[in-house]
């Protein structure tokens, strides 16, 4: 008897599903993208339970006569292409023919259709890859598409399915990637029974974003339009110093296409790198328009993702048309960085901005009282933690201020040559134990608001806030409901300027998005919070006197680490007299 078999067509397009249908989201977006191929100018979503128990998709485009329904329900079936060559041609979003047999091969699916040559419409009713019944039904022109308890054939692939909020984001944001794209196409999308967003045609992209994502995103976004033989970059751009922890507001679309490009997001974040600080992306909602046969959109099962033909040439051409558009702004090197406070709130005068909010300031040239070291060890002899501090502080005491370079570092003369000291490495350093320190022992005051700032999220952001807020809210904030994907934060931690209150919780989800903060351990969570924390909300106080300077050095010396920021820079740096006289 052979070993080797055909699979059954039901078990091969189960198999191939893995590839097209990863979760409720991928279903949405095959189904949307047959709606715009079929030329609908109006395209209704539904959801239940995350997506788990109905999908829905209807249009209003072209339709399908029954031969062409059956036949679109075979692997490999598509009016797109008839060659491989045909690929370097395309203008339509899908090609293949994989997504319906494969979505009615893991759901209890549905197909009405009609053409509009047609006086009765088609019905095929699919359960789990077996066809139930094919017969006449009545609807307008167009394609219903339903999809229910998805994955119920193959139960495996459900435990691998996220909360329904999490699922609910993906499918939401999905929707809104493909009203992005195609603005001139009326977009309803319904979440268990109720409308959770409804835009209707639109003229302009800044019309789609502030239907979609809100006025003021759509206010603070700068329009591009540039060309060249070839090549056509056209959408909205953010304003320099308005960077995000995360790529997730970077949206980049070849030729209509959501996708993920490698090209284009480094091209943008080359364009930004002298008006966002380091480790921030730019937010961007870019289209690039190229001939199709210059852009391989077939190197990813879902075809997420593209390869140009001529990359160097795109990179080249995206970052000389974004830079010129931030030059007419009146932009130069560095210039744009949204200016910031000179102290965190709740701190006193400058000689108090090396200390904790409320706390006495440290006195030039003393030891804080809250040194990480033990006095001594059972045995009354001092330890090597004690000896160390020790040891650092009298180095310390030696060291004479000179003066501040560049308004970062700070210049001493010590017995054995000169010290430069990174005055930001070291108050992110100082800070970040802190915070540590505070979030261990679940001691975080917090202040109220006396005016709630309104926080108005995407949808798997908000998601993520509703699964994780017990987290954020043990570090200091309070955070309510205030409708769909709309919070308001109505407390803040006492180190926290409120001002940066909303950036910072969109920095800490877009962490938890990208799975760099993880909550599954709370010591390693908590750490990444205060690591986050120190670099991106306390602010670096502004330059000041030589006990200022002086009380900086003793307080990084009395850290564990002193000789890092948590980012892992060096906070200091010295030159020895023999290095300097052998370089003189």
Same mark, same amino acid.
């Given at each position: 008897?052979?070993?080797?078999?055909?699979?059954?067509?039901?078990?091969?397009?189960?198999?191939?599903?893995?590839?097209?249908?990863?979760?409720?989201?991928?279903?949405?977006?095959?189904?949307?993208?047959?709606?715009?191929?079929?030329?609908?100018?109006?395209?209704?979503?539904?959801?239940?339970?995350?997506?788990?128990?109905?999908?829905?998709?209807?249009?209003?485009?072209?339709?399908?006569?029954?031969?062409?329904?059956?036949?679109?329900?075979?692997?490999?079936?598509?009016?797109?292409?008839?060659?491989?060559?045909?690929?370097?041609?395309?203008? !339509?979003?899908?090609?293949?023919?994989?997504?319906?047999?494969?979505?009615?091969?893991?759901?209890?699916?549905?197909?009405?259709?009609?053409?509009?040559?047609?006086?009765?419409?088609?019905?095929?009713?699919?359960?789990?890859?077996?066809?139930?019944?094919?017969?006449?039904?009545?609807?307008?022109?167009?394609?219903?598409?339903?999809?229910?308890?998805?994955?119920?054939?193959?139960?495996?692939?459900?435990?691998?399915?996220?909360?329904?909020?999490?699922?609910?984001?993906?499918?939401?944001?999905?929707?809104?990637?493909?009203?992005?794209?195609?603005?001139?196409?009326?977009?309803?999308?319904?979440?268990?029974?109720?409308?959770?967003?409804?835009?209707?045609?639109?003229?302009?992209?800044?019309?789609?974003?502030?239907e979609i994502f809100g006025s003021q995103?759509?206010?603070?976004?700068?329009?591009?339009?540039?060309?060249?033989?070839?090549?056509?970059?056209?959408?909205?751009?953010?304003?320099?110093?308005?960077?995000?922890?995360?790529?997730?507001?970077?949206?980049?679309?070849?030729?209509?296409?959501?996708?993920?490009?490698?090209?284009?997001?480094?091209?943008?974040?080359?364009?930004?790198?002298?008006?966002?600080?380091?480790?921030?992306?730019?937010?961007?909602?870019?289209?690039?328009?190229?001939?199709?046969?210059?852009?391989?959109? *077939?190197?990813?099962?879902?075809?997420?993702?593209?390869?140009?033909?001529?990359?160097?040439?795109?990179?080249?051409?995206?970052?000389?048309?974004?830079?010129?558009?931030?030059?007419?702004?009146?932009?130069?090197?560095?210039?744009?960085?949204?200016?910031?406070?000179?102290?965190?709130?709740?701190?006193?005068?400058?000689?108090?901005?090396?200390?904790?909010?409320?706390?006495?300031?440290?006195?030039?040239?003393?030891?804080?009282?809250?040194?990480?070291?033990?006095?001594?060890?059972?045995?009354?002899?001092?330890?090597?933690?004690?000896?160390?501090?020790?040891?650092?502080?009298?180095?310390?005491? !030696?060291?004479?201020?000179?003066?501040?370079?560049?308004?970062?570092?700070?210049?001493?003369?010590?017995?054995?040559?000169?010290?430069?000291?990174?005055r930001r490495a070291a108050h992110e350093?100082?800070?970040?134990?802190?915070?540590?320190?505070?979030?261990?022992?679940?001691?975080?005051?917090?202040?109220?608001?006396?005016?709630?700032?309104?926080?108005?999220?995407?949808?798997?952001?908000?998601?993520?806030?509703?699964?994780?807020?017990?987290?954020?809210?043990?570090?200091?904030?309070?955070?309510?409901?205030?409708?769909? *994907?709309?919070?308001?934060?109505?407390?803040?931690?006492?180190?926290?300027?409120?001002?940066?209150?909303?950036?910072?919780?969109?920095?800490?989800?877009?962490?938890?998005?990208?799975?760099?903060?993880?909550?599954?351990?709370?010591?390693?969570?908590?750490?990444?919070?205060?690591?986050?924390?120190?670099?991106?909300?306390?602010?670096?106080?502004?330059?000041?006197?030589?006990?200022?300077?002086?009380?900086?050095?003793?307080?990084?010396?009395?850290?564990?680490?002193?000789?890092?920021?948590?980012?892992?820079?060096?906070?200091?740096?010295?030159?020895?007299?023999?290095?300097?006289?052998?370089?003189?």
């Amino acid at each position: 008897m052979p070993k080797i078999h055909i699979l059954p067509e039901r078990v091969a397009n189960q198999i191939a599903a893995g590839e097209v249908v990863e979760r409720p989201a991928a279903v949405i977006k095959e189904l949307i993208e047959n709606s715009l191929d079929a030329g609908a100018t109006r395209i209704e979503v539904e959801f239940r339970q995350g997506g788990r128990e109905l999908l829905r998709v209807e249009d209003n485009g072209c339709g399908m006569s029954r031969e062409d329904a059956l036949l679109a329900l075979e692997r490999h079936a598509t009016s797109k292409i008839a060659e491989t060559a045909d690929i370097d041609r395309l203008a !339509t979003f899908g090609f293949r023919g994989e997504a319906l047999p494969s979505i009615a091969s893991v759901s209890s699916f549905t197909l009405q259709t009609r053409a509009e040559n047609e006086d009765v419409g088609t019905e095929i009713r699919i359960e789990g890859g077996k066809q139930i019944h094919v017969r006449d039904c009545g609807r307008p022109v167009g394609t219903s598409v339903e999809a229910a308890r998805l994955f119920h054939p193959v139960p495996a692939r459900r435990k691998f399915l996220k909360t329904d909020a999490t699922e609910a984001g993906h499918l939401v944001q999905c929707v809104r990637l493909y009203a992005l794209a195609c603005p001139r196409v009326a977009f309803t999308l319904i979440e268990d029974g109720r409308v959770a967003f409804r835009s209707p045609q639109c003229e302009t992209l800044a019309e789609r974003v502030g239907e979609i994502f809100g006025s003021q995103m759509a206010e603070r976004m700068i329009p591009i339009e540039a060309g060249e033989p070839g090549l056509r970059l056209s959408g909205l751009i953010g304003r320099p110093g308005e960077g995000r922890s995360t790529r997730h507001e970077l949206m980049t679309f070849v030729n209509g296409r959501p996708v993920d490009s490698r090209a284009l997001s480094f091209a943008l974040r080359e364009s930004y790198r002298d008006s966002l600080p380091e480790g921030r992306y730019p937010r961007a909602i870019l289209f690039l328009a190229c001939d199709p046969a210059d852009v391989d959109v *077939n190197v990813h099962p879902a075809k997420r993702e593209v390869r140009f033909r001529r990359e160097q040439q795109v990179r080249g051409f995206v970052i000389r048309c974004v830079l010129e558009r931030l030059r007419e702004l009146g932009t130069e090197a560095g210039s744009a960085i949204a200016p910031i406070p000179a102290r965190p709130a709740g701190l006193g005068e400058p000689a108090a901005a090396y200390g904790f909010a409320g706390s006495p300031p440290v006195a030039p040239g003393a030891v804080p009282a809250a040194l990480p070291a033990e006095a001594a060890t059972r045995s009354g002899q001092p330890s090597a933690a004690t000896e160390g501090v020790a040891a650092r502080e009298a180095r310390v005491r !030696t060291w004479r201020f000179l003066g501040i370079a560049h308004n970062l570092y700070a210049l001493f003369e010590t017995p054995s040559g000169i010290v430069l000291l990174d005055r930001r490495a070291a108050h992110e350093r100082i800070w970040f134990e802190r915070l540590k320190g505070q979030f261990a022992a679940g001691r975080v005051p917090g202040q109220r608001l006396l005016l709630p700032l309104p926080l108005e999220l995407e949808p798997v952001a908000a998601a993520i806030l509703l699964d994780s807020r017990p987290f954020i809210e043990a570090h200091g904030f309070e955070i309510a409901d205030f409708g769909a *994907n709309f919070f308001r934060i109505e407390a803040v931690p006492q180190w926290m300027e409120p001002a940066y209150a909303e950036s910072f919780i969109k920095d800490v989800l877009g962490e938890l998005r990208d799975g760099r903060l993880a909550l599954g351990n709370l010591d390693l969570a908590r750490d990444e919070l205060a690591r986050l924390a120190a670099s991106r909300v306390v602010r670096l106080p502004a330059a000041s006197g030589a006990s200022e300077m002086e009380s900086l050095a003793v307080q990084l010396f009395a850290t564990e680490s002193p000789l890092a920021s948590p980012a892992g820079r060096p906070t200091f740096i010295e030159i020895d007299r023999a290095e300097l006289a052998r370089r003189f």
